[in-house]
């Protein structure tokens, strides 16, 4: 059974001007998704900053996102890491603290082999007994986690259920999909292909644009589930120019701004990300306001 279908946001981790993590916030954002129907919730993943943070800062932020939930919506942690004990370390911890699955991005700059991501994700995998969606991004990472391998682990190992893929390749994701006779959960990890994911048979999105609008990016999926692509379509394409926006910028840099100028205090990023461009920000505002959202 799926982790969740739909719309799961990646959720930033708002900070002080300080650089500490402003939990005030944090709650409210959390809030606001469960309200506006984000049907699942990413801590610590790209998109919140977990690269910068400390081991205790990154699981304090899961374990508080667990606490704000209340199990109303599935948390998602984000628990990833280039060494492998340390993402079994994190793991570990993150279903000590509540975490109703894993998100395990491929590991990072040593670029493991085929065999070497099998084996680090099994790692990870035999010291849990959550559900676990692996993280293909190899924009990132360096690395692709090819269909093989993926549909090898989801077809072997018990509790690895799919992938958030942000490869882009359909190729390989059309693959991924007839290897496991569609039985992998594949979500999007791109807010502009959406629909295309979800018309392969995936369970939908882990976005970066519903941190500014959850409920019309949670619309996209629903529609599509109901049947009505023709709707579903229309609005990821509505969707389009600011989505753009976002991601004119490396993520989550754009997302924050845009959380800023809608007064939702997602406060700055850590280095080695530094503020939005002027021009860029001027773009995005205009993208916002065409969207409805400022």
Avoid at 10 to 30: C, D, H, M, R, S
Avoid at 108 to 118: F, I, S
Avoid at 229 to 239: G, H, I, M, T
Wanted: proline residues 4%; glycine residues 8%; hydrophobic residues 45%.
């Amino acid at each position: 059974m799926a982790i969740f279908e739909g719309a799961g946001v990646a959720l930033v981790t708002p900070f002080q001007e300080n650089g500490l993590v402003n939990y005030e916030i944090l709650e409210k954002l959390v809030e606001e998704q469960i309200a506006e129907g984000t049907d699942a919730i990413v801590a610590c993943g790209t998109t919140g900053e977990a690269s910068t943070m400390t081991h205790e800062e990154h699981l304090d932020v899961i374990r508080y996102v667990c606490e704000v939930t209340k199990k109303r919506i599935p948390v998602i942690a984000g628990t990833g890491s280039n060494c492998t004990e340390t993402a079994v370390y994190l793991s570990v911890e993150a279903q000590k603290l509540g975490a109703d699955g894993l998100l395990l991005v491929s590991p990072y700059y040593n670029k493991a082999t085929q065999n070497g991501l099998k084996a680090h994700f099994k790692a990870v995998a035999d010291a849990v007994n959550i559900p676990i969606l692996l993280y293909n991004i190899p924009g990132r990472t360096g690395v692709t986690i090819k269909a093989e391998t993926i549909a090898d682990l989801c077809l072997t190992v018990p509790n690895i259920l799919g992938v958030k893929e942000a490869s882009g390749d359909f190729s390989a994701i059309a693959d991924l999909m007839s290897l496991t006779d569609g039985k992998a959960d594949v979500y999007s990890g791109n807010d502009n292909q959406i629909v295309p994911m979800m018309s392969l048979g995936g369970k939908g999105v882990i976005s970066v644009l519903s941190n500014v609008a959850p409920a019309k990016t949670h619309e996209i999926c629903q529609a599509y589930f109901d049947g009505d692509v023709k709707r579903s379509a229309k609005l990821q394409l509505e969707a389009i120019p600011l989505i753009n926006a976002l991601f004119s910028e490396v993520n989550p840099i754009p997302v924050k701004a845009a959380l800023n100028l809608m007064g939702r205090q997602a406060g700055p990023m850590r280095l080695p990300l530094t503020e939005m461009e002027e021009k860029n920000q001027v773009n995005l505002k205009i993208a916002m306001k065409q969207y409805g959202i400022l």
